[in-house]
């Protein structure tokens, strides 16, 4: 087997550890009730719309575009194979981005219990912030050989355009970031969002966001 360069490396700790360390702490401070009930509904939830919604589709390559395996080196192949990998990239972004991204957005909104019962902008703002920042920050350096031109990624329900309308949005030390992969993120921040709007509990007897 070829060596990992230190490029490959550090993209393969930080997949599994992104996705692992939330399957591991999430359930065992829900079961310590450390952290509101709703989060391992929400993380369990979210892994479905991400694996669903267009982490399964860009991993296979299902409609109109190239599977993983064909993007990424042999290396990478072997290190995370391809059955799994769009199941790690879902897991890693419902724990770590989805749920990271909450909790950091509660810690800047002063922790209050209202910040995700009732539409707040400055709320909705900081989320898109997080998580468009964090995809293309991802895409910058650590999956730009799997998103380079010339490597299609497939339509998926939360990328409807597909590769028929996929302009590059911008460019950076030779690195393309392009429409296909921010739409997912662009389209699940109101839905989430809203969603956690609608079905946490209103009342303030009821749990609250912050206690069990």
């Known amino acids: 087997?070829?060596?990992l360069s230190f490029e490959q490396l550090r993209l393969v700790i930080v997949v599994y550890l992104s996705a692992l360390m939330p399957l591991i702490l999430i359930p065992?401070?829900?079961?310590?009730?450390?952290?509101?009930?709703?989060?391992?509904?929400?993380?369990?939830?979210?892994?479905?719309?991400c694996a669903l919604g267009w982490e399964l589709w860009f991993n296979y390559g299902l409609v109109a575009g190239d599977s993983v395996s064909v993007r990424r080196v042999d290396i990478l192949n072997q290190m995370i194979p391809l059955h799994i990998?769009?199941?790690?990239?879902?897991?890693a972004d419902a724990g770590t981005?989805?749920?990271?991204?909450?909790?950091?957005?509660?810690?800047?909104?002063?922790?209050?219990?209202?910040?995700?019962?009732e539409w707040n902008w400055r709320v909705f703002s900081l989320l898109m912030v997080i998580f468009i920042g964090q995809n293309i920050f991802v895409e910058?350096?650590?999956?730009?050989d799997q998103l380079a031109d010339g490597k299609h990624l497939s339509w998926a329900p939360l990328s409807p355009l597909g590769i028929w309308f996929d302009p590059v949005l911008f460019q950076f030390n030779d690195r393309s970031i392009r429409l296909s992969s921010q739409l997912p993120w662009?389209?699940?921040?109101?839905?989430?969002?809203l969603g956690l709007?609608?079905?946490l509990p209103q009342s303030k007897s009821s749990q609250s966001v912050t206690n069990q």
């Open 197 to 199: 709007i609608r079905f």
């Open 140 to 144: 910058m350096f650590l999956y730009h």
């Open 186 to 193: 662009l389209i699940l921040t109101p839905l989430l969002y």
């Open 85 to 91: 990998n769009g199941l790690l990239n879902s897991l």
């Open 28 to 49: 065992i401070l829900h079961r310590q009730k450390l952290i509101p009930s709703w989060v391992l509904r929400f993380y369990g939830a979210m892994f479905v719309v």
């Open 97 to 117: 981005i989805c749920c990271g991204g909450l909790l950091l957005v509660w810690l800047l909104m002063g922790r209050g219990d209202s910040v995700y019962r």
């Open 1 to 3: 087997m070829d060596l």
